[in-house]
């Protein structure tokens, strides 16, 4: 089987080896489609705040078909078709400890094949292709954990048109929700827009862009805040946030800031909650919904297998609205 493995040198290393045999327990996917998530370009770029181990096959979010079952394997038959689960050691509940993740810790998806324990894996909504599925475990799931408790009557601000933002808009339509969304091109307002959201803003014009979300929503402000760029922009989504809200953290995009003065978020009676993707549970209830809502993932481009590199290049360096696919 061929797979990319990141040396030393940092550098995606399209390697030949031997397709493996599925132990007790395990499976063997035959890989369809990988996506990319920002976390990929950290661990390519040598930033990653944990050093990761050389020579590991990269990416964490695969969709797939499983082609041999193991020995005690009960999870799955052959033919199935799954996706994989991002965190492979957090299965629900509050997380413990946290574990062995791909392509720091253990070899990732980037590959003709894998061989998996049947337990990191869930079903793959079926009106889904694999690139579309391939997206669910790390930027939809993520987007999922960030609205929850959204629905009628209230309203998400999503920041940006990256992959979390999408979904989270996308879920917190279904869910019944207004979203506003910010952004900092004119092209990609209008695609916001039709996505759902009842109102763009843009935030690199208007850098007070939290007192003009509020003023959207008659001063009363949004419930709840997906942060993505961090201490950069959170004194704006505090200001832009209604009494009682939510602030859900997930990235920050906009590098470290100064800290922030506190008193807003009391002012705001406010909850930050930080956002860490989420478990397999987790991913299996987000897909009932996506099945049910026939909710379909926004793809920018697809790469396929023989150029996979480029399509870290595309993802660290080019313009994009959705998700970066491989196709295997
Ligand atoms: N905590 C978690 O569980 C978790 C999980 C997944 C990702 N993350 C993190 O969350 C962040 C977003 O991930 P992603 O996959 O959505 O990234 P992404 O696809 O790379 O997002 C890029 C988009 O973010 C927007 N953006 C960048 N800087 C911004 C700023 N200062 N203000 C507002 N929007 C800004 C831009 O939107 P426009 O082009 O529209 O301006 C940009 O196109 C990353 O930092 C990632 O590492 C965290």
Same mark, same amino acid.
């Given at each position: 089987m061929q797979s990319y493995r990141l040396n030393a040198h940092r550098v995606l290393e399209l390697v030949e080896g031997p397709t493996p045999t599925p132990g007790r327990g395990q499976v063997l996917v035959r890989v369809k489609a990988t996506s990319l998530n920002s976390r990929d370009m950290v661990i390519a770029s040598g930033l990653y705040p944990f050093p990761p181990l050389p020579n590991l096959i990269q990416l964490s979010d695969a969709a797939g078909v499983i082609e041999a079952v193991g020995p005690e394997a009960m999870r799955f038959r052959v033919g199935d078709r799954v996706v994989s689960s991002?965190?492979?050691?957090?299965?629900?509940?509050?997380?413990?400890k946290v574990g062995q993740m791909y392509g720091t810790d253990i070899d990732g998806w980037l590959s003709d094949y894998a061989v998996v324990d049947e337990n990191v894996l869930v079903s793959m909504?079926?009106?889904?292709?694999f690139e579309e599925a391939?997206?669910?475990?790390c930027a939809a799931l993520t987007g999922w954990s960030a609205v929850? /408790? +959204? !629905?009628?009557g209230d309203t998400v601000l999503v920041q940006g048109s990256g992959g979390v933002s999408l979904f989270a808009l996308q879920f917190a339509r279904a869910a019944g929700a207004r979203v506003i969304a910010t952004t900092s091109s004119e092209a990609k307002a209008e695609r916001l827009l039709e996505l759902g959201a009842s109102d763009a803003v843009n935030y690199a014009e208007t850098s007070h862009w939290g007192s003009v979300v509020r003023t959207l929503t008659d001063d009363r402000g949004v419930d709840i805040v997906v942060e993505v760029a961090g201490a950069a922009t959170i004194s704006q989504s505090v200001e832009a946030l209604a009494l009682h809200g939510t602030i859900s953290?997930?990235?920050?995009?906009? /590098? +470290? !800031?100064?800290?922030?003065?506190l008193m807003p978020l009391s002012l705001r009676f406010a909850t930050l909650r930080a956002i860490g993707v989420g478990s397999r549970s987790d991913l299996e209830e987000m897909n009932r919904v996506v099945s049910q809502h026939r909710i379909r993932p926004v793809i920018d481009r697809v790469f396929p297998f023989s150029d996979a590199p480029r399509a870290f290049e595309h993802f660290a360096h080019g313009s994009r609205f959705g998700k970066i696919l491989v196709s295997h």
């Open positions: 991002f965190n492979p050691t957090w299965f629900g509940g509050p997380v413990r909504p079926e009106h889904l292709s391939a997206t669910l475990p929850a /408790g +959204a !629905g009628p953290l997930v990235g920050h995009l906009g /590098g +470290a !800031g100064q800290g922030m003065d």
